[in-house]
Nanobody, 117 residues
Framework: QVQLVESGGGLVQAGDSLRLSCAASGRAIPTMAWFRQAPGQEREFVAAISWITLKTYYTDSVKGRFTISGDNAKNTVYLQMNKLKPEDTAMYYC????????????WGQGTQVTVSS
């Protein structure tokens, strides 16, 4: 059983920064990611990190503004979000992909990020 708990969301102004955290407990998860879902829209991939290769991946709209990182010893992954835009407003979810899976099979409850213009 894996539990993912997000924190760090809030209400900020355009141009501000926020750092989201996701604390994982339970078995090790080799790939961790952040997704987001705005009202009336489908959930979309934001960023991912592989603990095995240490490679990171980003959706185009956040490249150069968001950085995913983590502390493997603490089983925690972060999403540093800079130069936030109103279109970044969404519920942000932490997700983990177990070894051997092609899909993300572990999800947190989400943390709300609201960016005002």
């Amino acid at each position: 059983q894996v539990q993912l708990v997000e924190s760090g969301g809030g209400l900020v102004q355009a141009g501000d920064s926020l750092r989201l955290s996701c604390a994982a407990s339970g078995r090790a998860i080799p790939t961790m990611a952040w997704f987001r879902q705005a009202p009336g829209q489908e959930r979309e991939f934001v960023a991912a990190i592989s603990w095995i290769t240490l490679k990171t991946y980003y959706t185009d709209s956040v490249k150069g503004r968001f950085t995913i990182s983590g502390d493997n010893a603490k089983n925690t992954v972060y999403l540093q979000m800079n130069k936030l835009k109103p279109e970044d407003t969404a519920m942000y979810y932490c997700a983990g992909r177990s070894m051997g899976r092609n899909d993300y099979d572990n999800w947190g409850q989400g943390t709300q990020v609201t960016v005002s213009s």
